[in-house]
């Protein structure tokens, strides 16, 4: 049966009950995603409140006291605070200002004609991708060694003097962003790339009759069709703007460049796990989902009331 034979009217009186035997199919699709979300995501989210209390492992998470806001006006008042703000923040103010570059990087691969050259391309830049964090540290940490490494003896070539890249703390914010872009560049553009596949070829034919130029066709034809797409991705970004994810940066820091390092993941780690402070690293972490949820729903809000593109 096409489930679409029967479609919902939610303006009608239809009971729950009716509209689920209607379209049966589409829950059971929909079941999966429900039950693993739910058991992975949202049940252990119980344990968040150990972010208002003072956890005992022999209390557990129920027995232990309650603190109020106790660990979040201890962080506020820390002294790593603004340093942690403001590391994490331009880090992925950083990140942000990169994200045009899949965009660009697939509407190149869109103009590639030569099928050979497009495919080639395409490996060579979705590679990076599949190498783990581990190896691509120690790819930086190999190439920008100061006897040994590949662009320092470049930078000794033409007549430069080595530069201590890992231990230089004005170095460690480009390092891990563009190292970051060049292995997840390709990757993002397939996005991109499947968006501008449905673009109709009858309105780039009719330009070209017209005599609209490449760029001219790209700007008013190719741009236009992905908007929606850009549009949800920025404001997923947004979502995701606080949380850096801390394995490579731990992996890129020593104590030489900590001052531009240290950010909140990398401290919710050491609290949490190293030095054993559940509860205040519950808070922190807490804290910063708190952050990313006023950002995605303002974000959404503001792409809703400038264009028709949001996500709720």
Not at 88 to 114: D, G, H, M, R, W
Not at 263 to 291: K, M, N, P, R
């Amino acid at each position: 049966m096409d489930v679409t034979d029967h479609p919902v009217q939610f303006g009608d009186r239809t009971t729950i009950k009716k509209r689920f035997v209607q379209s049966w199919q589409l829950y059971v699709l929909l079941a999966p995603a429900i039950v693993y979300f739910t058991i992975f995501h949202y049940v252990p989210m119980y344990g968040a409140q150990i972010a208002f209390k003072n956890f005992y492992a022999t209390s557990g998470i129920w027995g232990s006291p309650w603190v109020g806001f106790d660990h979040f006006i201890r962080f506020f008042d820390s002294y790593y605070f603004w340093r942690l703000l403001k590391n994490t923040f331009l880090i992925n103010l950083y990140q942000l200002a990169l994200f045009p570059l899949p965009i660009i990087l697939a509407i190149s691969l869109n103009e590639v004609k030569n099928g050979t050259v497009k495919k080639w391309s395409q490996t060579l830049t979705y590679a990076p991708h599949f190498i783990s964090t581990v190896v691509v540290v120690g790819m930086i940490v190999v190439f920008l060694d100061p006897e040994t490494g590949l662009v320092n003896n470049l930078i000794v070539f033409f007549g430069g003097e080595p530069i201590q890249f890992m231990q230089s703390p004005e170095w460690f914010r480009h390092i891990y962003v563009w190292s970051g872009e060049w292995q997840s560049l390709g990757w993002s553009s397939i996005i991109y790339l499947a968006a501008l596949a449905g673009v109709n070829p009858e309105l780039h034919d009719a330009a070209k009759v017209d005599g609209a130029t490449r760029l001219q066709r790209i700007w008013n034809i190719d741009i236009p069709a992905i908007i929606p797409t850009i549009v949800v991705l920025l404001i997923l970004n947004f979502g995701n703007f606080m949380s850096i994810g801390f394995e490579k940066i731990l992996l890129m820091q020593n104590s030489l460049n900590s001052s531009t390092s240290d950010v909140i993941q990398t401290f919710v780690y050491e609290s949490g796990l190293v030095e054993g402070q559940y509860s205040y690293a519950a808070a922190i972490g807490l804290f910063d989902s708190v952050i990313n949820v006023i950002l995605i729903v303002t974000m959404n809000q503001i792409a809703r009331k400038t264009s028709e593109n949001s996500l709720w």
